[in-house]
């Protein structure tokens, strides 16, 4: 299983706010920034947050991050129809000779 | 305009080695660190490792005594060797580069090959 904690599902009718967590530890999210990636099926992950709370070039401005001693969380405010995918937070794992982890993954169902 | 596509065999016998290539067009492969990263069906993404134009490597643990990665700046490739496969393996391979070099911050993707790890 995922070192990275993230709840599997999460919805909201189209302009709500929505809100994704990712649980780690010290020898992870406590110790380095999060990244979060957007995911639609038979598509390539897509960079959405990276160093905890910076939108890469022709992210919208909806979707922001933040972080938290061991916990990150993603935020999509004003949710629309195609924010309908899969999330996954990722970061760097200090322990051993260092690895990337990324979260359990949580599917944004847009009722 | 950067593309990376991944190319190999989508199917593979137990115990045997799976190989893949990635190709990069629109940027050099020069002075990037380049990534493996998995998805089995059902499941979510796992990073398998990365390889620097030097090549530098680090592995996930979880394949680090099955794995090597390799780059061929001549080509503009990198490579990824998975030996003694299992239906584990079974996932659809994605290559991306790794912008901040050795890290998880992976800007540009292939689309994914999918390889299937059965007799």
């Known amino acids: 299983q995922s070192v990275l904690t993230q709840p599997p599902s999460a919805s909201g009718t189209p302009g709500q706010r929505v809100t994704i967590s990712c649980s780690g530890s010290s020898s992870n999210i406590g110790s380095n920034t999060v990244n979060w990636y957007q995911h639609l099926p038979g598509t390539a992950p897509k960079l959405l947050i990276h160093r905890n709370n910076q939108r890469p070039s022709g992210v919208p401005d909806r979707f922001s991050g933040s972080k938290s001693g061991t916990s990150a969380s993603l935020a999509i405010s004003g949710l629309q129809s195609e924010d309908e995918a899969d999330y996954y937070c990722?970061?760097?794992?200090?322990?051993?000779?260092?690895?990337?982890?990324f979260g359990s993954g949580t599917t944004v169902t847009v009722l | 305009q950067v593309q990376l596509q991944e190319s190999g065999p989508g199917l593979v016998k137990p115990s045997e080695t799976l190989s893949l290539t990635c190709t990069v067009s629109g940027v050099s492969i020069s002075s990037y660190f380049w990534t493996w990263i998995r998805q089995p069906p059902g499941k979510g993404l796992e990073w398998v490792g990365y390889?620097?134009?030097?090549?530098?490597?680090n592995y996930n643990p979880s394949v680090k005594s099955r794995v090597t990665m390799s780059v061929d700046t001549s080509m503009n490739q990198f490579s990824l060797r998975l030996r003694s496969v299992t239906a584990a393996d079974t996932a659809v391979y994605y290559c991306a580069r790794d912008a901040d070099g050795g890290s998880d911050t992976f800007d540009m993707w292939g689309q994914g090959t999918m390889v299937t790890v059965s007799s």
């Open positions: 390889v620097s134009d030097t090549g530098i490597t």
């Open positions: 990722a970061t760097w794992d200090d322990s051993l000779n260092g690895f990337c982890v």
